[in-house]
């Protein structure tokens, strides 16, 4: 089964500042997915990647998927208060796009 | 367009008894799946519904079933609660358009389950 593991577990930045999230897989990924979630609540859909080397951007967030398509990170540049909460790569195999394998997850602190 | 609605939002039950969870997805969408996530294991596919028909399954045992109406709304059936299945359960709708097709998933604000 597929398995995806994120770093850092969690992060906290101070307002303006940039910072990485990378979600790495031990298989390859075919769609990759990355949602936003608030404690306890539901998740955000941010951006889906399918390409190696795909990068898609959204306000100040950014994601990329190389080209071995085993790695994406996200990008967020100049942070802000409302950036944070918990950031989850979800992976889908090949042929079953639907049934998600989810990463534990980065929690994202933006300070004052 | 409204999003993903999930009824109810909070439940509260006791061990043995038996729930049932709704989720609508996004107009025009005909597939929905179904997660638990739980602080321990995080989050983990419990089903895909497609046109009515479960699609895909992951490893629960069969005390979590489902299923889909026409309209494509979905439900969720936990039988014989134990402590354990307290969890935010959460459905996604996608296009899922074609059989293999890697499209945009939205996810509803969730259940959050609590069994005593």
């Known amino acids: 089964s597929q398995e995806l593991e994120q770093s850092p577990q969690s992060l906290i930045v101070q307002e303006g500042k940039n910072l990485t999230i990378n979600c790495t897989s031990s298989k390859t990924l075919y769609g990759l997915y990355w949602y936003k979630q608030k404690y306890g609540e539901g998740l955000i859909f941010l951006m889906m990647l399918q390409k190696g080397g795909e990068e898609k951007s959204h306000e100040k967030i950014t994601a990329k998927l190389d080209e071995k398509k085993q790695q994406s990170s996200l990008h967020i540049t100049a942070s802000q208060p409302s950036h944070a909460g918990i950031y989850l790569c979800?992976?889908?195999?090949?042929?079953?796009?639907?049934?998600?394998?989810f990463g534990t997850g980065t929690r994202l602190q933006v300070t004052l | 367009k409204a999003g993903v609605t999930q009824t109810p939002r909070y439940l509260i039950k006791t061990r043995g008894q038996q729930v049932t969870l709704s989720c609508s997805p996004i107009s025009g969408h005909r597939s929905v799946s179904w997660y638990q996530q739980t602080p321990g294991q995080g989050l983990q596919f419990l089903f895909e519904y497609f046109s009515e028909t479960q699609r895909n399954k992951g490893n629960f045992p069969g005390r979590f079933s489902g299923r889909q109406f026409s309209n494509s709304r979905s439900e969720m059936n936990v039988s014989t609660l134990e402590l354990g299945d307290s969890a935010l359960y959460l459905c996604?709708?996608?296009?899922?358009?074609?059989?293999?097709?890697?499209?945009?998933?939205?996810f509803g604000p969730g259940t959050r389950l609590t069994v005593l």
């Open positions: 996604a709708s996608s296009l899922r358009d074609r059989e293999i097709s890697y499209n945009e998933q939205f």
């Open positions: 979800g992976a889908a195999p090949a042929g079953t796009a639907s049934k998600l394998t």
